[in-house]
């Protein structure tokens, strides 16, 4: 039985124009074929061979990203909602300019319906028609509960009692990853070498009161993020010296998380575990005590930072190589803000390429410390001004009066 010329993989620029030379062979094969066997066993190897190249194009066809069919009604009122800080900004329109509102604590208001209303009285603006904003948690079902905070989104009572047409609700680093393709050169700090591959994936980390990931790929003309709790993976003890520190940290039955450590909190633990480990008692009392401390010559806090530094430069190298994410890694978050001289003067560029038998490709992709004050707001605007740029999947998070 004969078969087509296996073709070169070095003439397609993609994956899918490689599938469908195949596909067009196969139809043209089972078309020539069967017009001169129609009977006997070739006949039906080409009716089975036609079938699967019909079902493989429609299942091609299917998985496909499409872009959400979604026009939302202006005023637009975005916001991050963070474990700590609730910041919101609106959008009068698709090309106005973004109207920031003071950053508010998630502490001062019993819930979010109160803080909108306390933020939309600071401003004569116009009332919102809809909400989009990024949650610091897995968004499932009706009531959804952030992670590190009390309060609870309802979308029907935001709805009902906001008087909005449209709630949005996303993972907060969905909305950091919809920002990086917006930010300027002017809102990045390059760390290490390293080039960005225009319109491939990329993959924001960042360290606040959590650990958020997201990743941001490239498909079809769409940006699409892809949400995870990323932070929750394991962070395992790579040396020595690591296993006697880890050996003071508290798991969570029994397992150290990436958040468990690289994150405002787990900068604590850490720092504690480092003191313990050395024979002492610790001299701190919260994350902000210790990146202030980094210039009073206590080893201790230099030994932490710098933990935290190889070890938040690792995993985001191997978020770099499970993504490929070749359009570069971009750390955000509280944390980093307070510590961008350590990140960069430190481990964490080293530990990020040292990924044998990869270290070549790690080298290659850059990484880039995020310095705009509020990049989420930026991603959920430019998602809300254009949402057919972006295949955001709106299934079980987008509400509607």
């Known amino acids: 039985m004969c078969c087509a010329s296996r073709p070169s993989w070095k003439r397609f620029q993609e ?18 074929t069967e017009a001169g066997y129609r009977e006997g066993p070739l006949s039906r190897s080409v009716d089975t061979a036609s079938r699967f190249s019909s079902d493989l194009s429609s299942r091609c066809a299917a998985m496909a990203p499409k872009s959400e069919s979604l026009q939302l009604s202006f005023p637009v009122l975005v916001g991050d ?47 919102p028609a809809s909400l989009v904003f990024a949650l610091a948690g897995p968004v499932t079902g009706d009531h959804i509960k952030l992670t590190n905070c009390p309060w609870v989104f309802s979308p029907k009572d935001l ?25 300027a050169s002017g809102d990045l700090r390059q760390i290490g ?15 606040g009161t959590g650990l958020g990931v997201g990743i941001l790929a490239y498909a079809e003309g769409l940006w699409i993020p892809i949400p995870g709790e990323g932070g929750h993976v394991t962070l395992a003890a790579e040396t020595a010296r690591d296993r006697e520190v880890w050996g003071h940290l508290a798991g969570i039955e029994g397992r150290i998380t990436a958040e468990s450590v690289l994150s405002g909190p787990g900068m604590f633990s850490l720092y504690n575990a480092v003191t313990r480990a050395n024979g002492r008692e610790p001299c701190y009392q919260s994350p902000a005590d210790i990146t202030a401390a980094t210039s ?26 499970t993504a490929l994410a070749r359009g570069g890694v971009y750390i955000g978050g509280g944390v980093a803000k307070h510590m961008e001289d350590t990140l960069a003067s ?4 080293s530990a990020f390429e040292a990924k044998p038998p990869h270290r070549g490709l790690a080298a290659s992709i850059p990484t880039f410390l995020i310095t705009h004050p509020m990049p989420a707001l930026i991603g959920l605007a430019a998602y809300a001004s254009r949402p057919h740029a972006y295949g955001v999947d709106l299934k079980g998070r987008h509400w509607a009066r």
Not at 174 to 182: K, R, V
Not at 304 to 312: M, P, V, Y
């Open 15 to 32: 994956p899918v124009e490689a599938i469908g030379l195949v596909l067009q062979t196969c139809k043209r094969l089972a078309s020539e």
């Open 81 to 127: 909602i963070g474990g700590t800080n609730a910041r919101f900004a609106q959008l009068d329109g698709p090309d106005a300019p973004l109207h920031i509102y003071p950053t508010t604590a998630t502490a001062d208001h019993s819930g979010p319906a109160e803080a909108i209303e306390a933020i939309l009285a600071t401003s004569d603006r116009a009332r």
């Open 159 to 183: 709805i009902a009692g906001l008087g909005v047409e449209n709630v949005i609700l996303l993972n907060d680093f969905e909305a950091q990853a919809l920002a990086l393709p917006s930010l």
């Open 193 to 207: 070498g390293g080039a960005v591959l225009q319109e491939t994936t990329k993959v924001v980390v960042g360290p």
């Open 296 to 321: 009073a010559g206590d080893t201790d806090v230099q030994e932490t930072l710098a933990l935290f530094g190889k070890h938040l430069g690792s995993l985001s190298g191997d978020f770099a190589l």
């Open 346 to 349: 430190g481990p964490f560029r």
